[in-house]
């Protein structure tokens, strides 16, 4: 009986400690050394992910796991690189904290993107409107009726032909809309078209953005209200932004910046520093588990700062030069910029991290634009042949 009493006790013990072991390895403890001895220390967590998804991820030059994974790592900072043939590789350092998980997030971008023409009739003034959507452009190489304005809606062309995405909206049988200036309303539903002459007062006209337009309605004498009305407007949708916004920030941001755009999910801001500032701790206590990417929040004027309004993080991206802004717009993630200067578009990340040259073929610098599925960068671009006109062409980043 003693003896069968013993063994039962040994067996309720032995599942007792090893019930405590799998506790502590699910909660991330590992044995390892701390001051020279074994003893159980605990771990955090990093998640590697990529898209494309199957790239090899290595940690301090050490081939770990393949992405998308979960590693347990001590505490410590890391250097994590991403990588996987066929695309640039993506690096980072980051910080583990025990039971934290850290995220490393590599989007990669092909070494060998495609160019595709959109149009081919040749491309003048693009613009595109306040949602990153569609793109007015005018045509002056053909007939009266085939000259004109056209919108090109970005997410919507065709899987055979990018040009299915093509709507003209008016041609030049009622004024010379191939010469005209555009500029889009606020809500991205209307197009003013400003149309010059010679010794001629200059005629605008609005426009119906969504289909032809027979008969353009002129509103010359009245384009004071018009632009009055799309001032407030846009008035109304900056204050709602700003009331959405802690008090704190949003009276740092009024005061010492100018802002040059929000991420599409809002979650971030595109702004440059007026002055001289500091931008004090918005949310308290500071979250854990957030980017570990030094941040910078003594701001400096003529420097552009992207700040985090979800985990209260601020980094410096770029400088303006000879009083002019960097060229830099968000990618449809919210989580990338594109960066166009020097001849060149490169794709960073929102901390201004992995800055990777995409494209450093020919291409009109103010004309570059996002295509809202992220699947591409639009460009303006005669390809270098002085003989043809400009054309848009699709970047491939996928």
């Known amino acids: 009986m003693k003896k069968q009493l013993f063994l039962s006790l ?14 502590i390895y699910g909660e991330g403890y590992r044995f390892g050394f701390g001051n020279g001895r074994p003893e159980v220390l605990g771990t955090g967590l990093l998640v590697a992910t990529s898209t494309p998804d ?8 050490h081939l770990t796991t393949a992405t998308n994974n979960t590693i347990n790592l001590f505490p410590g900072t890391y250097t994590v690189r991403i990588f996987k043939d066929g695309y640039f590789p993506w690096q980072k350092k980051i910080v583990v904290q025990k039971e934290v ?8 971008f092909p070494t060998t993107p495609k160019l595709e023409s959109i149009t081919q009739t040749g491309v003048i003034n693009p613009v595109m409107d306040p949602s990153m959507t569609k793109i007015a452009f005018t045509v002056a190489s053909q007939s009266a ?18 040009s299915g995405g093509i ?12 010469q005209a200036q555009l500029s889009w309303s606020p809500d991205g539903k209307n197009l003013l078209a400003t149309v010059s002459a010679a010794a001629k007062t200059p005629t605008t006209y609005l426009l119906d953005a969504t289909g032809f337009n027979a008969t353009p309605k002129d509103v010359s004498e009245t384009l004071a209200t018009v632009n009055d009305s799309w001032n407030k407007l846009t008035a109304t949708q900056t204050k709602a932004q700003m009331d959405a916004l802690k008090k704190p920030l949003a009276a740092f941001l009024s005061t010492h910046t100018k802002i040059l755009a929000l991420s599409p999910d809002e ?21 854990i588990g957030t980017d570990s990417t030094p941040e910078e929040r003594n701001v400096q004027p003529g420097t552009v700062y992207v700040y985090d309004i979800k985990e209260d993080k601020n980094f410096a991206i770029a400088q303006q030069k000879d009083g002019i802004l960097p060229q830099l717009m968000w990618y449809p993630d919210s989580m990338h910029l594109i960066f166009a200067h020097d001849k060149r578009i490169d794709m960073m990340e929102y901390d201004g991290g992995n800055d990777t040259i995409i494209y450093a073929g020919p291409f009109t610098q103010q004309y570059v634009f996002p295509d809202p599925t992220g699947a591409s960068i639009i460009v303006l671009t005669n390809l270098n042949n002085p003989d043809i006109q400009p054309n848009l062409y699709t970047i491939s980043l996928r």
């Open 10 to 23: 040994g067996i309720l013990s032995f599942l007792a400690v090893a019930t405590v072991l799998v506790i």
């Open 54 to 61: 199957g790239a090899q991820v290595f940690i301090n030059d």
């Open 101 to 108: 998980v850290a995220k490393a997030e590599a989007l990669l």
């Open 145 to 162: 009726r085939k000259n004109g304005i056209y919108v090109f809606d970005v997410g919507n062309h065709s899987l055979i032909s990018l």
């Open 167 to 178: 709507t003209q909206i008016t041609d030049d049988t009622v004024d010379t809309f191939s």
């Open 267 to 287: 979650t971030k801001i595109l702004y440059m520093a007026t002055d001289s500032a500091a931008l004090s701790q918005i949310i308290k206590p500071a979250l």
